[in-house]
C-alpha cells in the first residue's frame, strides 16, 4: 500500500507566506519599539500638562525633562483660549508614572535649548512641597524672560563684535601705534635687535670668561663651598673631641660646673643687693643713697652749665685767651727743654754716681 501524500494547493501556500510575513512585521515592530523607547514599551505612563505664553518651539515628539533627565516626550500642543497672558498655550507630557513621585506639586516648567538654535524641550524646574503631582495634574511655566534675554544677548553679541571689529581696524591701520608695530618693519626690527642685545648680554653673562660663568662652568665655586664646609666639619670635630675653649666647655664637665657656679653666684649677688644688704644694696634700696647721686649729679650739671655758660673760675680760665697763651708757652719751654736734655745729657748730668778713688795717706 503506498505512503498517502498529502500535496499542497495555492491557497495553503498563500497562508502560509501570509503568517510568515505577519510574524516578521510583528518582530520587526517589537524590535524598534524596544530599541526606540529603550525598553520601556510596557512602562505605565501618565499626562500631566503645563501652561505657557506660548509655544515656543516647543512641538509634538519636544523631550520632556527633569533635573537634566528625559522623562518623557511633548504629546500635545493646543491654546487654551485663556484671557491670562501667562496661560496662553497648553502643553500635554506623557510621561512614565514612576517619575510623577520625584516631581512636586509646585513645580514649574520652562522651555530650554541645547544650543542657540538647537532643539527645543520643556524643563520642570522642581519645587519645594512634599507633595508630588497627581497624573493630569498642571504645572505653571516661569515668567516670559526669553525674548528679553534673546534680545540682550543679540545686543550682546553686537558690541562685542563691533570691539573686535574695532581692534582688527586698529591693528590693520598703519598709522595707528599697533598698527604700525604689526604692519611696519621699523618697530619689528627694533624689536628684533632688543632681543639680540639681550640674548647677547646674557651670553655675554654666563660665558665661561666671565665671573658668573666661572662660578657655573668652573669648579672655583664648588672648591670654595668644599673647602668651607670642610673647615666647619673639622671644627665641630674638634669641639667634639673637646680641643679648644670651645671643645672643653663642650666635654668637660668642670667648666660647665664653673658656669653653673658663677651664674649661681650672680644670682645671689642680685638677690643680696635685691634684699637691699652690702653697700651696692643699700645703694639702689636706700633713700640716702638716692639723694647723694641726685645731689652728686645735680652738682655736676650745675657745673657743665656753668662751662657753658662761662661762669665761675674754670670757665674763665677755659674762655681766657691770656691763660691759653701761657699755657701753650710753658708747653713749648718744656718740650723744648725735654728736647735739649736728650741731645745733650752731659750737661745735666754732674754728679758722680760713685765716689772717687781716696788718697792714701803719706807714712809719717
Known sequence: M?????????????????????????????VYLFISRGGNVFTAKSDIFTVMPDASGVSEGSPVRLSGIQIG????????????????????????????????????????????????????????????????????????????????????????????????????????????FIVASEEYDATLDRLKQFDSAVRSLVSPTSQIGQMLFTNGLYDSLHDNVMRMDSRISA?????????????????????????????????????????????????????????????????LNDFDTGNGRMAELMRSPQMYESLNGSLESLAELLRDFREHPGKYMRYQVFGGRKKKKTAR
Do not use: F
Open 239 to 303: 669641639v667634639q673631641q673637646g680641643q679648644g675653649a670651645a671643645g672643653h666647655l663642650y666635654a668637660s664637665d668642670k667648666q660647665y660646673d664653673d658656669l653653673v657656679r658663677s651664674v649661681g653666684d650672680l644670682r645671689k649677688t642680685l638677690a643680696t643687693w635685691k634684699s637691699g644688704q652690702g653697700p651696692a644694696g643699700a645703694a639702689l634700696t636706700s633713700d640716702a643713697a638716692y639723694v647723694k647721686l641726685t645731689n652728686a649729679l645735680t652738682g655736676l650739671d650745675n657745673l
Open 2 to 30: 503506498s505512503d498517502l501524500e498529502i500535496k499542497p494547493t495555492a491557497r495553503m501556500r498563500l497562508r502560509v507566506l501570509a503568517i510568515v510575513g505577519i510574524a516578521a512585521c510583528l518582530s520587526l515592530a517589537l
Open 73 to 180: 516626550v511633548v504629546s500635545g500642543v493646543g491654546l487654551t483660549g485663556s484671557s491670562d497672558p501667562q496661560a496662553q498655550v497648553r502643553v500635554r507630557m506623557t510621561v512614565r508614572t514612576h517619575y510623577l513621585r520625584d516631581i512636586p506639586i509646585d513645580s514649574t516648567t520652562d522651555v530650554g535649548a541645547l544650543t542657540l538654535i538647537g532643539d527645543k524641550y520643556v524643563d520642570i524646574n522642581e519645587g519645594k512641597s512634599a507633595a508630588p503631582l497627581p497624573p493630569g495634574g498642571t504645572m505653571p511655566s516661569e515668567p516670559v524672560k526669553q525674548a528679553s534675554d534673546r534680545a540682550d544677548l543679540l545686543h550682546a553679541m553686537a558690541d562685542e563684535l563691533r570691539q573686535i571689529d574695532s581692534v582688527l581696524a586698529t591693528m590693520s591701520d598703519p598709522h595707528s601705534q599697533l598698527g604700525h
